[in-house]
């Protein structure tokens, strides 16, 4: 079982910079895949960044390629990330998940926190 809580979010104006926690439990954190998601109301979840859990590879959206980056810190049983350059297309509530490779399929992920909202204003 693992509990993820991200925090970090808040309202930026466009091209303004966030960045994103969730610190997970657990004691295996660092064999789980990580991945960012975001939503908007009466949308799909859509896939934002991922990072693998045994070589820490990487995997972004076009829609945010050179803008944000994921990291993971597997001392601290947390995974971030970093949005620069932000634009009010990339307001939603972003949510974390955990699964066992950390690729773009949400539904490979079986554990959700509950969500942090970005505002980003024109």
């Known amino acids: 079982q693992v509990q993820l809580v991200e925090s970090g979010g808040g309202l930026v104006q466009a091209g303004g910079s966030l960045r994103l926690s969730c610190a997970a439990s657990g004691r295996t954190f660092s064999r789980y895949g990580m991945g960012w998601f975001r939503q908007n109301p009466g949308k799909e979840r859509e896939f934002v960044a991922a990072i693998t859990g045994n070589d820490s590879r990487t995997y972004y959206a076009d829609s945010v390629k050179g803008r944000f980056t994921i990291s993971r810190d597997n001392a601290k049983n947390t995974v971030y990330l970093q949005m620069n350059s932000l634009k009010p297309e990339d307001t939603a509530v972003y949510f974390c998940?955990?699964?066992?490779?950390?690729?773009?399929?949400?539904?490979?992920?079986?554990?959700w926190g509950q969500g942090t909202q970005v505002t980003v204003s024109s």
């Open positions: 998940g955990a699964g066992p490779q950390g690729r773009m399929s949400r539904d490979e992920y079986a554990y």
